[in-house]
């Protein structure tokens, strides 16, 4: 099957390194890569964490003690520098980029949704790359993804995406924690394939993300069950994107 759009989304512990700063290095080859597709007639939507790192970067550890209150102001700050990030990288590679906030309601059938599609269309047909992240200043708890991992499916969906792409810090699912000896990465899942068990025998640390590996692989199964290829790799990796796009044995596959 011939591969006309991709969503690819990029967690908070790719994009930083262990002192939860963002890494330049990372976002320039995540941009050379999307570039790289765009070339081929691929368009890639990305979604984005790292707004709130980035937020924090600026303002260091602030007073507010509410912890919704505290992430709306990181993100409300980091929101502009992360993109600012973006803008001039995809520029250097004669491309160009546009923010598109969402909260969950934004993704209810009617109206909100119609709106969404239109937008994500027109910014496709100009060429443009949507860059996408949780509106987190205006989300209430109740319309809040309880990811970004849940944001990119809902957005390939939306879009009705060839391909969705979880970059994390792993090289993909194992048998049990990615750094033990006997555990074996699995290449490929169904969506009706028990693989959760695995996920606990992991027991791995998460960064500042909110999303964990147990909540990719549901999102990876429920996305697969709609006829959307997707993939959890390493973000960290040179050439993951285009690679997996090349059908190499890349990361771990989730089939229907």
Same mark, same amino acid.
């Given at each position: 099957?011939?591969?006309?759009?991709?969503?690819?989304?990029?967690?908070?512990?790719?994009?930083?390194?262990?002192?939860?700063?963002?890494?330049?290095?990372?976002? /320039?080859?995540? %941009?050379?890569?999307?570039? @790289?597709?765009?070339?081929?007639?691929?368009? %890639?939507?990305? %979604?984005?964490?790292?707004?709130?790192?980035?937020? /924090?970067?600026?303002? *260091?550890?602030?007073?507010?003690?509410?912890?919704?209150?505290? +992430?709306? @102001?990181?993100?409300?700050?980091?929101?502009?520098?992360? !993109?600012?990030?973006?803008?001039?990288?995809?520029?250097?590679?004669? !491309? +160009?980029?546009?923010? %598109?906030?969402?909260?969950?309601?934004?993704?209810?059938?009617? &109206?909100?949704?119609?709106? !969404?599609?239109?937008?994500?269309?027109?910014?496709?047909?100009?060429?443009?790359?949507?860059?996408?992240?949780?509106?987190?200043? &205006?989300?209430?708890? !109740?319309?809040?993804?309880?990811?970004?991992?849940?944001?990119?499916?809902?957005?390939?969906?939306?879009?009705?995406?060839?391909?969705?792409?979880?970059?994390?810090?792993?090289?993909?699912?194992?048998?049990?924690?990615?750094?033990?000896?006997?555990?074996?990465?699995?290449?490929?899942?169904?969506?009706?394939?028990? @693989?959760?068990?695995?996920? #606990?025998?992991? *027991?791995?640390?998460?960064?500042?993300?909110? *999303?964990?590996?147990?909540?990719?692989?549901?999102?990876?199964?429920?996305?697969? /069950?709609?006829?959307?290829?997707?993939?959890?790799?390493?973000?960290? /990796?040179?050439?993951?994107? &285009?690679?997996?796009?090349?059908?190499? #044995?890349? *990361?771990?596959?989730?089939?229907?």
């Amino acid at each position: 099957m011939e591969v006309k759009r991709v969503v690819v989304k990029v967690g908070t512990n790719v994009l930083t390194n262990k002192d939860n700063r963002i890494l330049g290095p990372i976002l /320039k080859e995540l %941009v050379r890569q999307i570039s @790289v597709l765009y070339e081929r007639d691929i368009m %890639v939507v990305l %979604v984005s964490s790292g707004s709130a790192i980035a937020g /924090k970067e600026i303002l *260091g550890e602030t007073n507010i003690t509410d912890k919704s209150t505290r +992430r709306q @102001v990181y993100s409300s700050v980091g929101q502009p520098r992360l !993109m600012r990030h973006y803008y001039s990288l995809f520029s250097d590679y004669g !491309m +160009r980029c546009a923010q %598109v906030l969402a909260t969950k309601r934004d993704f209810d059938l009617g &109206v909100h949704r119609d709106n !969404m599609i239109n937008c994500y269309e027109g910014l496709l047909s100009e060429g443009i790359i949507p860059i996408a992240n949780e509106d987190d200043a &205006v989300s209430v708890t !109740m319309s809040m993804f309880t990811d970004n991992d849940e944001l990119a499916s809902l957005v390939a969906e939306l879009i009705d995406a060839d391909r969705l792409i979880i970059l994390s810090d792993t090289d993909g699912l194992y048998t049990g924690h990615p750094d033990d000896k006997n555990s074996k990465k699995i290449s490929e899942v169904t969506h009706d394939q028990d @693989v959760e068990q695995y996920v #606990k025998a992991s *027991g791995k640390k998460e960064g500042e993300g909110r *999303g964990g590996m147990a909540s990719k692989l549901k999102i990876a199964k429920s996305t697969a /069950k709609k006829e959307i290829p997707t993939y959890i790799a390493n973000g960290k /990796k040179q050439n993951v994107i &285009v690679d997996i796009i090349d059908n190499k #044995k890349i *990361g771990t596959k989730f089939i229907h």
